[in-house]
Every structure is written in structure tokens, then in C-alpha cells.
């Protein structure tokens, strides 16, 4: 029944317990009794030992014949027989202390020593008195057991003696085989009453250890369920601590915040508005309460469309964010970012809404400075990426003019110390004798020498020739040089933003041509690799020519840094996917790991002289053609690499650059002129 009930178990498994811990408790407090009758027996034991001495010193050799007074063999016994009798007791008490065994143990001792002392007296029916003292003694154990282990010693100790030694037990001479029965009979009476008292009485201490034991557990279970109720009470209170503190904190948040926050029922009607709602809107508690939340701070430059989307939300119970011009209490536009959450109720459906408003013109007018900054930026960027494209190409034609300086100066020599001058001094002398040349070539010696004269005139002028040719067809190839430097500039120049199919070869050779220069005084080794079938790209070929040369710069400055003994520069182009890579890598300085992140950030450089332009505008000019410009480098010593990815088709990025750039109407444009913030 009880278990239909789900009582059952428990009351079983409490009755299991309660037992259990009875069990416990009492084998717990009998050990103790035990203990404490044990140290009663061992000085029992000593007592009876010491009494048997003096009985058998002074009693017992009258006793035995009567008329003489001498010492006994009797009181050996008593000496070493009852020595060995409480010695051993002593010893198994406190070997085995709480050991059932034990008080069998001591009852067979107890019984030899009532045996011993009525041998003593000469079997004297008063010493016989003390088999019954001792089995009241042995009752104090409340084990009637031991009471049986007792009655059956004594009844064997007067069966033997009485048989065979009647004098010792009975104090008779004649033998009685039967008055041994009488004896035990006696000893039987006393056990029958003794054996059931020590019952009651342990089961009495039982019921005691039980009761306490039920105590123990009714106090326990009170304990507990006090403990449960208290911690369930704790709970509560801190529970009700914690609900309180955060009531209080979202006060403070909704009293101090700088955000505006209301609340508004399912039509959006306000029902509470904090105080910043005060501050940033200028309305007042009391003059919005019950109005429609939106419906007063909406004007001329409001988008109607934010609105329509708004009030749908609203309708279909959903949250909504977004930002837009609002207006304050004196009629002063502002831009406000609103995030609305509606607020189930225990239904699942919608009692409330919950509106937190902000303030954010401020970030808008940054924002929009932040635009026009970056376009700045952009454009400086471009302006002094272009500047060092140009510095470069004048660099490589500065060198060119030192050329043209130096075979210049060379034919200025050969003309300043040319052999004309002695060719036209062999002419004056030959006009000087015109008439009688053939006499003055005979006889004059100046005449003899005048045809290896000329002979040798002719072959300076042979030579003078050679070098000057030479000095000229290197002028010439200097000229030409600079008018294909200042033609790549051209090119750039004029096809700035302008989209067209170009060859990777001419691109590659086109950079070469602006650095050729640099590259040849500095016996900079060029490796070219161009993909078969080359690749064709359509694309802004300024921008890549922009690029390309800044990077063929930056790899000649590095090579130069790290001034290595075979300086080397690798331009390769190929053809993946949909894109043309164009690669220019060199084995110089190299990159810090630390810094590859940071290279084409604004103003960062590793050069000693640099500004830090040249490969930031070269990563945003490939940004404006669909590209991106990556580098990798291994670190100090292990040389760079820069990638150049660029669309095939790059038109259809630069239709979506042209679209996304802001112009410069809309740059310049107030957030309050144009009715939305995007």
C-alpha cells in the first residue's frame, strides 16, 4: 500500500537504516561494557589469586587433618595453579579484548578458580557459594551464554572430583558418584534465573540503543529537512538579493544612460520613457505617455521609406533597427539609431515593444570627414605614387643625360685634338713648294718626311673617325632611349582610366625600358619569363605600368642595399583562372616578417629615405582595377616577392569602381542635406 503511494521505499529504507545504526550502536556500547567488565576481571583475577595464597597459607593445613599447623602442598597450588589461571585470563583479555570467545574464555577460568578454592577449603559447602557468586559475577556481561559454558565446567569439575577425589569437592571421604548432580542441578537453578535477566537486560540495553538511535535519526531527518529548508530559504533570499540589485542596477542604467529607452505597449503607444529619452529628445514623461512612440519626432527630412518599414514592423510584431533623421522637441533635426524588440508575453505573443534610442550625429559628421579624408588620402596616395613612377623614369633619364654628357665631352676632345690641324700643316707645306715639289721631296728633308707624315695623319684620322662614330651611334642610342623613356610616360599619361587590350611581353618591356638605366649601371641581372601562349589581359595598362615600375625600383634599391655579388631581378608573368599574375621577385634585403603585414600601409617604409607612398598607392591601384598586389619574403637576407594579380577582363571592375567611388558633390554633401545616411 505504501508503495502505491510511493511511501513504501522510503519507509524501508529508513527501517533498513534505523536498524543498522541499532546494530552499529549497540556492538559499539557492549564493546565498551565489555572493556569495562574486562578491567573488573583482571583485578578479580589478581584478588582471587592473592586470596587463594592466604587461604591456602593460613586455612588450609588446618583444614585437611586438623591437629597439625604446617605449610600445605596445597599453597603450591594456589601459587602456581592460580598463577596460571588469572595469568591467563589476564593475558587473553588483553589479547583478545572484545573477541566473543573472550568471555567464554573468562567464565572457564572463573569456574577453575571456584574449583581450585572449594580444593582449598576441603570442599567446604561454604566455599561452594562462590560458583554462585561467580555466575553472578559472569552475568554482568549480559551474555547468557557464557552462563552455559560455566554450568558445564563446574558440572564436570564436581562430576571428576566427586568420582574420584570426593575430599576435594565434597570434603568427604567416601566416594558420591551422584552428589555431583545435586551440585549442577543448583547451579542449573541459578543459571535458569541469571540466563533470562541477562536476556532482558541485553535486550533492554538494545531498546535503549535503539531508541537513541531513532533519536539520532529523527533529529538527523529534522536537521535536514531544516538545512533543506534553510538553504531553500537562502536561496530565496539571495535570489530575491540578486533580483533586487539588478532592479536596481537596470534603474541606474535606465536613469544615467546616455541612450534614450521606452517602452510602448503592442500599438506602439509609450507607456514609460527613461530620463536620457528627456535629454536627447526634449520631451518630457508627461507629454508622451499614451502618444504613438514615433509620431512626434518625424519631419521633412525623414526618410518615408525608414518609416514605412518601421510601422510594417511594428505591425507584424517584429524587431527593427535602423538609422535615420529624427527631430527634437525645439524642431532640431538629429541622427538617431533606433533598435525596436518586441517583448513576448507569457502567450508567446506580443504585449510589448521596447526601443532603445542614440544620438549618432556626431558619428555621422565623423563619418563623413572620415570619406572625404580617405578620398584625400586616396588621391595624394595616387599623386605621389605617380610623382615616384616619374622620379623614377627622370632618374633613368638623368642617367641617360650623364651618357650623353660623356660622348659629347669625348667627341669635344677628339675635335679639340684632332689630326686636321697637322693634316693642315702638311697642306700649307705643300702649297709652300707647289712649284718645285718633286725638288723639295727629293732634297728637303722635311720633303722626305712628309709622305710618312701624311701617312700618319691619314691613320689618325682613320681612328678619329672610328671613336668618334662610336661616341655618336652611342649618342644616338642614348637620344633614342630617352624618347622611349619619355614615350612610356606618354603611354601612361595618356591612358590613364582608359581600358585596352594589352600584352603582357610589351608591359614587361615597357618597365624595363623606364629602369633599363639603373639596372645596366648597377649590372643588375634581368630574367624574363613570359607564360606560352602569352598572356592578354584588358585593362588600365597606366595603373599596371604604375605599379610594375615602382616594384622594379623598390627590387634595384633592395639588391643595392644588401649589395649582394649577383644581383638579380625575375619578371614573370602567367595565366590562372581568370586573372594574369605578373611577378617580380629579387634577391635582395628582403622583407622582416614582422613587417610584411604592414608594407603597404600609408607612410610605413624600410628605406632610410623613403616616405612610405609608393607601395601603398601601387596596392590601391590595383584595388581600382579589380587586381591585388600581395608580397612574401622569408626575411632579413632571403630577397621578396611581389605578386600582381590583375582581371582578364578588368572592365567590369572598373565599371563597379566608377560606381562605388562617391563624386564629388556627394563628398561634399551634408547628412542633412540628403535625407538619408547610407
Known sequence: MFDAFGFGAAAVTDSARTIESTDTLFRKRYKKECLRVNKFIQWLMVAQWLTGIAFAALYSPLTWIGNEFEPHVHLRASVFIGGALSGFAILWLRTYPTAAHTRHVVAITQMLWSALLIHLSGGRIETHFHVFASLAILSIYRDWTILITATAVIAVDHFVRGVFYPLSAFGIVTESPYRWIEHALWVLFEVAFLAPGCRRLRNEFRE???????????????????????????????????????????????????????????????????????????????????????????????????????????D????????????????TPYWMAIELRPIPGN?????????????????????????????????????AGMAEVATGVLHNVGNILN?????????????????????????????????????????????????????????????????????????????????????????????????????????IRDVLTANKESLTNHAIEVIEEVETPEPTLISDKHRILQILINLVCNAKDALLEADVPRPRILLRTWTQREDVYFEV????????????????????????????????????????IGGRLSATSEGIGKGARFVLRVPVDGRDSAEKHDRDAPSASDRDLSPFDSGEYA
Open 403 to 507: 651618357s650623353v654628357n660623356v660622348s659629347a665631352s669625348v667627341i669635344r676632345k677628339q675635335f679639340e685634338n684632332s689630326a686636321l690641324e697637322n693634316l693642315e700643316k702638311a697642306t700649307d707645306l705643300i702649297s709652300e713648294y707647289e712649284s718645285s715639289l718633286a725638288e723639295f721631296i727629293e732634297h728637303d728633308d722635311r720633303g722626305k718626311n712628309l709622305p710618312k707624315y701624311l701617312v700618319l695623319v691619314a691613320q689618325s684620322l682613320r681612328n678619329e673617325r672610328v671613336s668618334v662614330g662610336r661616341e655618336i651611334g652611342d649618342l644616338t642610342k642614348n637620344i633614342e632611349h630617352i624618347k622611349e623613356i619619355i614615350a612610356v610616360q606618354q603611354t601612361m599619361a595618356k591612358t590613364s582610366g582608359l581600358q585596352q587590350e594589352l600584352h603582357a611581353s610589351e608591359i
Open 208 to 314: 535503549l540503543c535503539a531508541r537513541q538511535t531513532e533519536i539520532v535519526e529523527a533529529k538527523r531527518s529534522v536537521d535536514i529537512k531544516v538545512e533543506e529548508r534553510t538553504k531553500d530559504l537562502v536561496k530565496a533570499n539571495l535570489l530575491l538579493a540578486i533580483k533586487t540589485a539588478e532592479a536596481e542596477k537596470m534603474a541606474l542604467v535606465a536613469k544615467y544612460t546616455d541612450n534614450a529607452v521606452a517602452i510602448s505597449d503592442g500599438d506602439a503607444n509609450v507607456e514609460w520613457v527613461n530620463e536620457g529619452f528627456t535629454r536627447i529628445t526634449g520631451f518630457e514623461p508627461d507629454e508622451i505617455i499614451g502618444a504613438p512612440e514615433f509620431g512626434f519626432q518625424f519631419g521633412e527630412m525623414t526618410c518615408p521609406q525608414t518609416l514605412a518599414d518601421m510601422r510594417g514592423a511594428i
Open 585 to 624: 621577385t629579387d634577391n635582395g634585403i628582403g622583407i622582416r616578417t614582422d613587417d610584411i603585414n604592414k608594407i603597404f600601409q600609408h607612410g610605413f617604409t624600410t628605406k632610410a629615405h623613403g616616405h612610405g607612398f609608393g607601395l601603398h598607392s601601387s596596392a590601391n591601384a590595383a584595388t581600382e
Open 347 to 383: 502567450d508567446g505573443t506580443t504585449e510589448r515593444f521596447i526601443s532603445i534610442q542614440s544620438d549618432i550625429t556626431d558619428r555621422v559628421e565623423a563619418e563623413r570627414q572620415n570619406r572625404l579624408l580617405q578620398q584625400e588620402i586616396v588621391d595624394a596616395s595616387r599623386q
Open 316 to 331: 507584424d510584431k517584429q524587431a527593427f533597427n535602423a538609422e535615420f533623421i529624427s527631430y527634437r522637441k525645439d524642431g
